[in-house]
């Protein structure tokens, strides 16, 4: 008897699976999501999504062109992250400046030579853009390694040993040649695989019922899990195809190394993905209609993923508050796992401290799944 | 017939706007999620570091060293958690995420600094955010240059005397939040905007009533126009609250000229409905719409300049950000909020949108009759 | 077994809807016997759907027992679940699936042994004629292959018990003729209990029994026959030789001893207030001074008949008038003319060189199934979709091209009765009204008008998605009325809606008629054509028939037909011109 039963209920899964494999097979837009949106949402964000300067038009203004200027012009020029133009007034530069065609000013005046050769005080000034910040910060940066070895040239081409009394050596870990990309592209995985999850669910659902099948559905000796797993396992098979796809992508075209465990990355990625479908299925089995959903599913999804999950924005300098809100982001978990896994390595502690709390989230949204889809039209 | 012309385009418009708001779910999603939004993304999106754990690996028994230290200390953007007393305890503390960096103070580093020789400190990174990492660098950069500073003046240094004097424009004190909640309102007001016009048409094909809208004597100019006024309208009353928002809670001051922001806003407004209706008008279903509208939002966000500069982008995606109107309305509304700018400096701004938003209205008022089924 | 399949006892179900409570099962107890075909019939509202989900375990009763099988489905709802068949109204078939993925998909879910399924497939495919169509996806399969499909779908597992939504609504007669035989067999040869729910009183007449609900409650429950009897000696065939059928019924609908006249063949058919013989002199007082020939039968009572006297009475059922409409130009002008009118989607042919005109005044049908080219034809015509060749004018212009003023014109009352759904009854009528033009005084009578003739008062403040389907086909009537539109464009305009609401809707029509108004209505209840002037009935979009009623019924009259029904004539039209095919 126990037999039999599983056998029935082997039988109806089986007939929900192979009614979901046809109807993907048939209706292009989830291949589209599952397989194309990836594609092009990698290309997309791998190429817009770029923290790293290069060639910033920075104008110099030299008062007094001399030799002295020349060779700071030149480190300038020499330098691959700047791009110099010429100015001989401050007020030339300052308009170049306020209509966005420079970010930034170096300016020497016109006693600038003199001053330097008397051993005076022979201040460079710097104006920046402060607008985008984190840019400012970063030419600043390029602006005093410029000046720190135009000083230590220009000194030694006098004579004198400069030395700085406190020499910092920089060691930059996992990514030593600072590549953004190479950090952004698992941080994006995780984005897109939010989206495509909660996109592929959230929307299945919703059309049962407006369609009207639920109804002939639920008449049927199925029960709502059997349903449930109907729909879970397909699209957790197509979305573990877009994370392949992803993957391979990062791996073989954007050449982010992949230190740690494929297999690692691969129960990682199912756990997320299982979040991920289970958020759209609730979304679906909520609201009921496509239009609300869809919307939802919108909300939901892109920006708290894109902005919340400490991809772009370091969760720690957030205010605590907002630090406890990203508690709930499930993506914040997988981006620490995925950009661990890609570029440290197997990092047991980070793994699976995040592992577990997806584990949490999967177990509640569970829950609260098979607790709201009842069978009946109430 | 003038008045009458006006009043079909004001039924519709009223129309439209009962549908959308006499449904609780879906009056709900239209104002709670993007006030909600720009309160947390605005505390939550920002480049700046804050209490960012470090450790320090003092090999060093000077008094130097301390002094050196307690630069970091006394820090807020720094917050030493852990001083660390071996070699092998580096790389757990990077590895499992505990802290960003650590940094390695060599063992003579107060006697070779008395010497007047150069002091060596290593700043050992974690690379897994590059970003992240560069900015703590620059902060410990910049803090070093103090510090050598000092130190030279006090110990009477060698060599020429020129120092960097800095002035940052527009951002003083350099905040990223200044930078990034322009940037969020145009990408909340770009997601409402979408919800509220590309489900508007094909809603109403589902449902059939788009068929009796064409049957009556409206002609697709006025449905056009009585289909854009929503959107148009909820978007210049949820900016308008956004700034209010921005200029009261977040603190961040109009330097510029408000009217060249609402000139702004309102034809990026209509540009951004303008590729909705389109989006709408050609779905044949609600879900294809809605795929269309997120198709068009996750990369009209991602390649506005929003969080990361199009200077970075390639040069074939950069030419790809000129159709995009979020672009130019960033650029607007930075510059209204944070260089001061008015209308004449922003005018290579307004006409793009102005053409992107004609464009797509008149492609949609095409495609409202000629798109069939 | 048991004599009875399905036990109620003071079941009750209340929805609460945005503004108010619906109280769908109002304290109900019956039983459906054994081995029967039950049929359960009554107007919008009456509570049938909710009875049969209540049935299916999809509904909780509020209070009550409710006894399925012996089973309590309220506690057991996937022991009867795994035992019945259920068919809902619009059935849970996937488009995007082919014929025989739909049924393996509900074999699955039925758990049907596998080495038995292709032996039922077979019986199913047979019975249905669908054999020939099992690779074809369900989506492209015309309405009645759809329905037989969901059918067949339903009944994989022989069920004891088979529960039928509004099975034939939207199926052509040819369908629904072989829909019947499919399900009278299973109770023949199987012993199934079937219970439905039907708006076609034909269909309740074959059932072994009634049940009539109004309202949340029972009516009567009994055989149909007997129910039939009830007004023996009250129904009349009244002919009136030279006279429009249409103001013959507007006449005698007025006279107070005749409580429903409907339009049947060439006549009148009255059903009286009581049991009397009618007198010509009482009835048609200025024809008999006319010196007309006037003919009055008695003729055998139907079960609608009956139905249209238990739920009608004179006191609450107002003369559906509508205030005059002014419309110029003589009755010979030609309204609408279609000329070789073509559509093509891709290489598929909806619409095939049609050709028709309409005169003024006059009501013009287009019938046919679902998929014959007739709602692509009907969009044409209102200049929703392009013609692929040919030409259509609607008061000697393309509508796809024409002025607003002449869009003013034409009223549309589009299928399915769309409305704004979230929109209140009055804020659509505001809507609709201000799109035609109309505006302040003008437009504020014209509301309170629309309200008020179509008694949509206490109804006002609620949302159009929320009313019962009758007032919704009367607010949407009323949308299309608002400017006093000359020429009318009806999509099947009763579709789904009951008998009492349809004679309401036709009574409207004809008055519209009457005043000159041009109608082209289409309708895929063949009893409806007789209150068309002429009509044209379509097929794999070409024009099988065109003509008065009367016309089409002659084409089918043969001896053994001597009277033959528009749907015989229907039959017969489709059997003689084409070779069965399942494609839209």
Redesign the interface.
Known sequence: MAENKTSARNMRLMGMLRKEMWQIIRDPSSIAIAFVMPVVLLFMFGYGVSLDAKDIPVGIAVEQADIVTQSLSDSFEQSEFFKPSYYHSIQQAQQALEERKIDGIVWLRSNFSQNLQAGKQAPIEIIINGVDSNQANITMGYIQGVWQSWLIQFSSSRGIALNLPVNLEQRVWFNSALNSRLFLVPGVIAVIMTMIGSLLTAMVVAREWERGTMEALMVTPLSMKEMLAGKLIPYFILGMGSMFISVALAVWWFGVPLRGSFWVMVLVSSLFMMVSLLIGLLISIISKNQFVAGQTAIAASFLPAFLLSGFLFDINSMPTIIQGITYLIPARYFVAQLQTLFLAGNVWPVILSNAFALMVMLVVLAYWVSSKSRKTLE | MN??YF??I???A??EF??LF??K??RL?LVF?PLL?IL??G???????????IAIYNQDQGLVSRE?ISQFEGSETFEVIEYIKKDRDIAPL????DV?LVLNIEPQFSDK?QQ????????????????????A??Y???M??D??QK??AQ?GA???????????????N???R??ILPG?LG??IL?VIL?VTA?SVA?ERE???F?????????PTQILIGKAIPGIVIGLLESTLILIIIVKLFQIPIQGDIAALYLGLFLFLIAATGIGLVISAISL???????G???F???A???SGF???I????DS?QLLTYINPLRYFL?IL?GVF??GNGFT?LFSQFWPMAIIGVVCLVFAGWLF??R?Y | MSKVILTLSQVNKTFDSQDYQVKAIDDMSFAVKTGKVTGLIGPDGAGKTTLMRLACGILTPDSGDFEVMGIDVTKEPLQVQSQIGYMPQRFGLYEDLTVQENLDLYADLQNVAKDKRQARYDELMHMTGMSPFTGRLAGKLSGGMKQKLGLACTLIRSPKLLLLDEPTVGVDPVSRRELWEIVYRQVQEQGMSVLLSTAYLDEAERCDEVVLLHEGKLIMQGDPKEFSQTVNGRVFQVTVENSKHRSLQQKLSQNPAVLDALIEGEGVRLVMTEQSEPKAEVLLPEMVKANRKINITAVAPRFEDAFIARLKNKENSKEHSIAKIQVSGSADDEVIRVEDLTRKFGDFTAVNKINFHVKRGEIFGLLGANGAGKSTAFRMLCGLLPVSSGKVAVAGMDLRVATASARRKIGYMAQKFSLYTDLSVKQNLKFFSSAYGLRKKAQQDRIDWALETFELQEYQDTNAGNLPLGYKQRLSFAAALMHEPEILFLDEPTSGVDPLARREFWQRTNALAEMGVTILVTTHFMDEANYCDRLVIMSKGKILASGTPLDMKNLARTESQPDPSMEDAFIYLIQEKEQPDGRE
């Open positions: 008045n009458q009043s079909q004001f039924a519709l009223l129309k009962l549908a006499r449904d779910r879906s999603i999620p939004q947390i993304f505390f939550a999106a920002t480049y700046d570091l804050d209490n960012v754990p050196f990077i590895d499992n995420k960003l600094l007047g020789k150069s002091a060596k400190v290593q700043v050992i990174l974690d690379g897994r955010n590059s970003n992240t990492a560069m900015t660098m620059n410990i950069a910049s070093n240059l510090f050598n130190w030279s110990h060698t060599g020429p005397k020129v120092a960097l004097e800095v002035r940052n424009w527009y951002n003083e350099l905040q990223s200044w930078f969020i990408s909340l997601v919800l489900l809603r449902a059939g009533t068929d009796q809208l064409l049957v009556t004597p409206m002609n279903t609600q879900q294809q719409a809605v795929l509208a997120f198709l939002i996750v990369p966000v991602v390649l969080t990361t500069p200077a970075n982008m390639p995606v650029i930075r944070l260089e400096l009759r000629h069939m």
